[in-house]
C-alpha cells in the first residue's frame, strides 16, 4: 500500500491485479432519484477480477432503515465468502464519485479488518487512463481458505447509535452532514418518504462531492479538503461526527479526513433517515 493512505491510484492497482492476497470490490451505490441499479452497472463494466459488495444486502436485514451495519457475524460470513481472509488485501472502488466505496472502507474497519483502501478515482478514473474493464456476470467467488476471517464488534470510535447522537446534538458537538447544500438547508425534500427535510440544530455542511475533483474524480489534495471544512465552520482539531442521508456518504467525509491524519471521525450510522424520520427529534431549516 501506498503508506498509511486510505487511497491507492489507479496505476498501483492494475501493476497488483493478479496478486494472490489482493480482493478488489465494487461497493457501487445510487440514489433513489438516480435511476441506476449497481449489480447491473457492476455487470455492464467492471474493473476485471473484481466482485460486488453489495450494501444494502451486506447489512442488516432486520432493520426498517437502509443498509445499516449487520452483525460481526453476518459481515464476516459475506466477506470470507468473497475471498477475504485476515490476511487479505482489500481494494475497493465504485461508478458514483465516492458514494459508497467509503462505506465499505468503513465497514471492514468498523469489524477489524484495516488492510482496506479505497482506489482513488474509482471506475471513471480507471478507464480514463486507459485501463481494461470487463462485462458479464462474474463466477462465485472461491472462499477464502486458511485462518478464518473473523470480525470484531464495532467500537464507538467509528459507529455511533441515535442515544449517542441524540446526547451529542444536545451538547453543542459538532455533527458535519455530507448532503447536498439544498437538502441540508430543507430547500429540496428528501429522496426517501416520511423522512422531514432540514438538518439537525447547529450541524455543519460539507457535501461530499465538494471533496472530488471534477476531471479525474480523485480526491482533493488535503490542504484543499481541510480548507473546505473550516470554511464550513467546522473545526477539525476538536472532536466530530460525520453524517449524511442514510450513513454512506458520511463515510466519505471520514475517508478524506482520515486522509488528512484525522483519524477519530465516528458516522451515525442510522443519519438523517433515522434523525429526520422520527417525530421527537429536533430539525431546523432555511424554510
Given at each position: 500500500?501506498?503508506?498509511?493512505?486510505?487511497?491507492?491510484?489507479?496505476?498501483?492497482?492494475?501493476?497488483?491485479?493478479?496478486?494472490?492476497?489482493?480482493?478488489?470490490?465494487?461497493?457501487?451505490?445510487?440514489?433513489?432519484?438516480?435511476?441506476?441499479?449497481?449489480?447491473?452497472?457492476?455487470?455492464?463494466?467492471?474493473?476485471?477480477?473484481?466482485?460486488?459488495?453489495?450494501?444494502?444486502?451486506?447489512?442488516?436485514?432486520?432493520?426498517?432503515?437502509?443498509?445499516?451495519?449487520?452483525?460481526?457475524?453476518?459481515?464476516?460470513?459475506?466477506?470470507?465468502?468473497?475471498?477475504?481472509g485476515p490476511d487479505t488485501e482489500v481494494v475497493v472502488y465504485d461508478q458514483n464519485v465516492f458514494m459508497a466505496s467509503a462505506r465499505v472502507w468503513w465497514m471492514f474497519r468498523c469489524f477489524g479488518h484495516e488492510r482496506v483502501r479505497v482506489l482513488d478515482g474509482g471506475l471513471a478514473r480507471w478507464q480514463q487512463c486507459g485501463l481494461p474493464v470487463v462485462a458479464g456476470q462474474v463466477p462465485p467467488p472461491v472462499q477464502a481458505t486458511g485462518p478464518v476471517f473473523s470480525a470484531g464488534q464495532p467500537g464507538s470510535d467509528l459507529v455511533w447509535d441515535l442515544a449517542m447522537i441524540r446526547q451529542w446534538v444536545?451538547?453543542?458537538?459538532?455533527?458535519?452532514?455530507?448532503?447536498?447544500?439544498?437538502?441540508?438547508?430543507?430547500l429540496e425534500p428528501e429522496p426517501r418518504p416520511g423522512v422531514r427535510s432540514g438538518s439537525m440544530p447547529g450541524s455543519f455542511n460539507v457535501h461530499f462531492?465538494?471533496?472530488v475533483r471534477d476531471d479525474t474524480h480523485?480526491?482533493?489534495?488535503?490542504?484543499?479538503?481541510?480548507?473546505?471544512?473550516?470554511?464550513?465552520?467546522?473545526?477539525?482539531?476538536?472532536?466530530?461526527?460525520?453524517?449524511?442521508?442514510?450513513?454512506?456518504?458520511?463515510?466519505?467525509?471520514?475517508?478524506?479526513?482520515?486522509?488528512?491524519?484525522?483519524?477519530?471521525?465516528?458516522?451515525?450510522?442510522?443519519?438523517?433517515?433515522e434523525w429526520g424520520g422520527l417525530e421527537d427529534t429536533p430539525v431546523v431549516s432555511a424554510t
Open positions: 500500500m501506498q503508506d498509511d493512505s486510505p487511497l491507492v491510484d489507479v496505476h498501483w492497482l492494475a501493476s497488483r491485479l493478479h496478486q494472490e492476497d489482493l480482493v478488489v470490490l465494487d461497493g457501487s451505490f445510487f440514489l433513489p432519484g438516480q435511476g441506476i441499479d449497481p449489480e447491473s452497472a457492476f455487470v455492464s463494466a467492471h474493473i476485471p477480477g473484481s466482485l460486488f459488495f453489495d450494501i444494502d444486502q451486506i447489512a442488516d436485514q432486520a432493520s426498517s432503515l437502509p443498509h445499516m451495519l449487520p452483525s460481526a457475524e453476518a459481515f464476516a460470513l459475506a466477506v470470507q465468502q468473497m475471498g477475504v444536545a451538547a453543542g458537538g459538532q455533527v458535519v452532514d455530507a448532503r447536498s447544500p439544498g437538502r441540508f438547508l430543507g462531492r465538494t471533496l480523485e480526491m482533493l489534495p488535503c490542504e484543499h479538503v481541510l480548507a473546505l471544512f473550516a470554511s464550513a465552520g467546522v473545526d477539525v482539531a476538536r472532536p466530530l461526527v460525520a453524517s449524511c442521508g442514510t450513513g454512506v456518504t458520511a463515510c466519505t467525509l471520514a475517508l478524506a479526513l482520515y486522509r488528512c491524519g484525522i483519524r477519530q471521525v465516528p458516522v451515525y450510522d442510522g443519519s438523517w433517515s
